[in-house]
């Protein structure tokens, strides 16, 4: 079956600490991977993607196949990171987006 | 440009009644996905069109869910008989084609259900 799992419902961290979001996948296959954040009142956005290896706002994601992870990471948080943030994976060929249950991310002053 | 747009942005009805939710996607996107948010549940794919037809329909959770696309732009879901179950917020999403990596996503409608 394919799945999602991000573990954590709520991440809270002070501004400047690290922060890494975590995330597990169940596939048979080689899915490609995503991170979509929303921020409050705004709409669900792709933030990166594993196929891309970039860093965006400082955020970076590396696939371990082994592990089947795909953890978010940040070396030191911002107040403006606060968001909800998702975890996705989709087969190669494209179509739906499955998504994990969310991580809420409080970066505190 | 202008993004993928929902309307009703919020709607209340009362249990037993139907609703209808419209999507227009990104001009010139062949492909469009409905997903639904809800507490507890998270984000959940209900059906995706490519063109006018839907070739993934597997998450529509029962035959009360219809949706169409006319014309390969605009479209419609349609709850009957709505149950408090189906209370949540009902997002759209489109992309350029169906293999494109990004997805555009809506604003959402919030649906609730009395």
């Known amino acids: 079956a394919q799945r999602v799992t991000q573990p954590e419902k709520l991440l809270s961290v002070f501004k400047g600490a690290p922060v890494e979001l975590k995330c597990n996948y169940s596939y048979s296959g080689s899915p490609e991977l995503f991170w979509y954040v929303q921020y409050s009142r705004q709409r669900l956005q792709l933030l990166l993607r594993h196929i891309s290896r970039e860093s965006i706002k400082g955020f970076t994601a590396d696939l371990n196949k082994g592990e089947t992870s795909f953890h978010l990471k940040k070396p030191f948080a911002q107040e403006e990171d606060s968001a909800m943030y998702y975890c996705a994976l989709r087969r190669h060929q494209g179509g739906k987006l499955i998504f994990g249950q969310g991580t809420e991310l409080s970066v505190k002053p | ?114």
């Not at chain 2, 709607?11 to 037993?16: A, H, L, M, R």
């Not at chain 2, 469009?32 to 998450?59: C, M, T, V």
């Not at chain 2, 419609?76 to 997805?103: G, N, P």
Request: aromatic share 10%.
């Open chain 2, 1 to 114: 440009g202008a993004g993928v747009s929902q309307s009703p942005s919020n709607k209340v009805t009362e249990k037993g009644k139907d609703v209808e939710l419209r999507c227009d996607p990104i001009s010139g996107h062949t492909a469009l996905y409905w997903y639904r948010q809800s507490l507890g549940q998270g984000l959940e794919f209900l059906i995706y069109f490519q063109g006018n037809s839907a070739p993934d329909k597997s998450g529509l959770p029962s035959d009360r869910f219809s949706a169409e696309r006319t014309g390969g732009s605009v479209s419609t879901l349609t709850i009957q008989r709505t149950q408090q179950e189906d209370s949540a917020v009902y997002l759209c999403a489109s992309s350029l084609m169906t293999d494109s990596y990004e997805q555009y996503f809506g604003p959402g409608t919030r649906l609730t259900v009395t």
